[in-house]
């Protein structure tokens, strides 16, 4: 990662304007220069909100200092002949981090660039009466107006990258924070670790949190509708397949699921995992991915894994399923593959409906009278299979997932 400049570039340095002051003009605003940053701090803390009342002893020193340093940086700069860039170097850097404890103190910039304001003008009043006494001329007062606040454009510019730079830093830390809490989540982490983590990235926990699994297309569009506290790992994500993000939202959060419901269809299928407390997340994951691997959520559809919770334990052990799927419909292997989709797709139906005709022929949108034909085919094939509780039991079994082939 490219380090932050320690100051914004010197090509932001003011160009002075005629000559430099003389000796004696600079001297005499030298000696002004106590009363004068008194001044300035004065107005600023009277005039500027974001300062007025709200200073302590130490932050009206740190003040005080930055406000004489900047002025002893000017009068150099006011007396120097030749390049103006070599005493506005430490200037121009102090007001960078100036700029930078700005930001991580929690302030915006508005209240520094009011400072910069109101002490130039109470600065300029100083100095330009001490200078006058010196015997600087109009003209000559002139120009340094037009120097000071040029110097201040330069200051306050200088102040504003430091600023957005330290923000910006902030945010590259915050977000990394934010990523290894994630993966700590969903990678099962003590909950030790996870509150350290979640202190490192500000992140204050709810009570709940449940998983998501969504296509990658969709995550920022569902970001943007959900509670903002939502984690998205993005990183090693364990068992996360291809195309796919994993979202950890807070819960309750009712937009979620009208958020989903208005963006999946047409565009794949999502996975809600069950609510859990928060530090406990991983397992809302783990059966999220279950479901997921099972294909429990039809395209355009979104499902929640709670209510699929049967076809969940039925698919625990995918190998003993297989293997008992074999042996309970070994009876249909020897038929065309059609018509052995269509008898075990009967068959299915018949069981979940406990043999109602009617609402077999209903849920698969044919003729009661081809219900009882199919079935008649399915008896010759399984003979008193069906009045055995125990081949009935593996039966449904056999046929309560999808076959995965």
Do not use: C, K
């Not at 330069?154 to 934010?178: I, K, P, Q, Y």
């Not at 009208?258 to 928060?278: E, I, K």
């Not at 406990?280 to 429990?296: F, N, T």
């Amino acid at each position: 990662m490219p380090r932050t400049p320690a100051r914004p570039p010197a090509a932001q340095t003011p160009a002075r304007a005629g000559a430099p002051l003389s000796r004696r003009a600079t001297d005499a605003m030298q000696a002004a220069l106590p009363s004068v940053a008194e001044q300035a701090i004065e107005a600023i803390v009277a005039e500027v909100p974001g300062y007025a009342g709200t200073l302590d002893a130490g932050a009206r020193e740190t003040l005080a200092r930055a406000v004489e340093a900047a002025l002893r940086g000017f009068l150099a700069l006011a007396g120097q002949a030749g390049d103006p860039s070599a005493p506005m170097d430490r200037t121009l850097a102090e007001a960078y981090a100036l700029g930078r404890g700005e930001a991580r103190a929690g302030r915006p910039m508005d209240a520094l660039l009011a400072a910069y304001r109101v002490g130039a003008r109470a600065s300029w009043r100083g100095l330009a009466d001490a200078g006058a006494t010196a015997g600087l001329r109009a003209n000559q007062l002139v120009a340094f107006a037009e120097l000071v606040f040029a110097y201040i454009d330069a200051l306050s510019a200088a102040s504003v990258a430091g600023h957005a730079a330290e923000l910006a830093s902030e945010d590259r830390a915050r977000a990394r924070h934010l990523e290894r809490l994630g993966h700590g989540l969903v990678s099962g982490a003590d909950p030790v670790s996870l509150a350290l983590a979640a202190e490192r990235a500000h992140w204050t926990p709810p009570e709940h949190l449940r998983a998501v699994l969504l296509p990658e297309a969709l995550v920022d569009q569902v970001l943007a509708r959900i509670d903002p506290r939502t984690l998205q790992p993005a990183e090693e994500v364990p068992g996360l397949p291809a195309g796919l993000a994993v979202l950890l939202v807070p819960d309750p959060e009712p937009r979620l699921v009208a958020a989903l419901g208005r963006l999946v269809p047409g565009r794949g299928s999502a996975v809600l995992g069950p609510t859990r407390p928060w530090t406990q997340v991983v397992g809302s994951y783990q059966r999220a991915i279950r479901a997921h691997a099972l294909r429990l959520a039809e395209p355009g559809t979104v499902v929640a894994a709670d209510a699929v919770l049967a076809e969940l334990v039925v698919g625990a052990d995918p190998v003993a399923l297989a293997e008992l799927r074999t042996r309970a419909l070994a009876p249909f292997a020897d038929l065309p593959p059609t018509v052995a989709d269509r008898l075990t797709e009967t068959l299915r139906s018949w069981l979940l409906h406990r043999g109602r005709r009617d609402a077999v022929a209903e849920a698969l949108f044919v003729h009661p009278q081809t219900v009882r034909y199919r079935m008649g085919q399915v008896r010759a094939l399984l003979g008193d299979r069906l009045d055995d509780p125990r081949a009935v039991l593996e039966l449904t079994i056999a046929l309560a997932l999808p076959d995965p082939g």
